[in-house]
């Protein structure tokens, strides 16, 4: 299976500190990509890591890629309290096949 | 850019019945359409990915003559539930992408749908 897998699966922080979640998969991907989640609702891509790139940055976030480790980061600066929902790393294999994990669920705190 | 709307976003039907859910690409082609059903505070699972013009391929364990998925268009992608049973209740998402140098889904909202 190429799911990715989240850790932790629940964080909760206070808002102004940063949040990192950490996702590991299995075998070779073409890229890897973050989605968040709001509770019953739609993904929103948030940001693409290439296989062949190691750190990308967009706005507050910053996502690292590893694939000698097979594992992603994603940082969080500055969180603020519209930042909680779940957060999911998509590997994505040939085909354009997109496997989820279980997510991280982020709470930030007022 | 890049929106992706779904409708109905919530339906509600008798055991038995069929419903359809749509999924539409407003603003760009959609060569292909991925899928997924999500169970509360799960992941999402990928059902199956649909291509213009062809048939849907199905993920292992995926009733293909129970979900029937019809890429009809560029810009739609229909998904019935066929035979609906309160076990099918669950919350449907659509993603897609076109085939140019754009290697990001943009999902829809999702449909949730309760079988009684």
């Known amino acids: 299976s190429q799911q990715g897998e989240e850790d932790p699966q629940a964080l909760s922080i206070q808002e102004g500190e940063n949040a990192t979640m950490n996702c590991s998969y299995k075998?070779?991907?073409?890229?890897l990509q973050w989605y968040r989640q709001n509770s019953g609702r739609g993904l929103v891509h948030l940001i693409l890591?290439?296989?062949?790139?190691r750190e990308k940055h967009s706005g507050r976030l910053r996502v690292t890629l590893d694939t000698s480790k097979k594992s992603s980061s994603l940082l969080i600066t500055a969180s603020r309290a519209a930042d909680t929902a779940s957060y999911f790393c998509?590997?994505?294999?040939?085909?354009?096949?997109?496997?989820f994990g279980e997510g991280t669920q982020l709470t930030v705190n007022p | 850019g890049a929106v992706v709307s779904q409708h109905p976003s919530w339906v509600i039907c008798k055991s038995g019945t069929s419903v359809k859910i749509e999924c539409r690409s407003l603003d760009f082609q959609a060569t292909t359409m991925f899928w997924y059903r999500q169970f509360p505070k799960q992941s999402l699972m990928l059902m199956a990915t649909s291509n213009e013009g062809s048939k849907a391929t199905y993920e292992q364990g995926v009733e293909k003559d129970k979900f029937l998925i019809n890429h009809a268009s560029l810009t739609l992608s229909t998904l019935t539930v066929t035979s609906a049973h309160p076990e099918d209740s669950s919350f449907y998402i659509c993603?897609?992408?076109?085939?140019?140098?754009?290697?990001?889904?943009?999902f829809g909202p999702g449909t949730r749908l309760t079988v009684t």
């Open positions: 075998t070779s991907i073409n890229n």
């Open positions: 993603s897609a992408k076109t085939g140019l140098e754009m290697y990001e889904q943009y």
């Open positions: 998509a590997p994505e294999t040939s085909g354009s096949r997109l496997t």
């Open positions: 890591i290439r296989s062949n790139e």
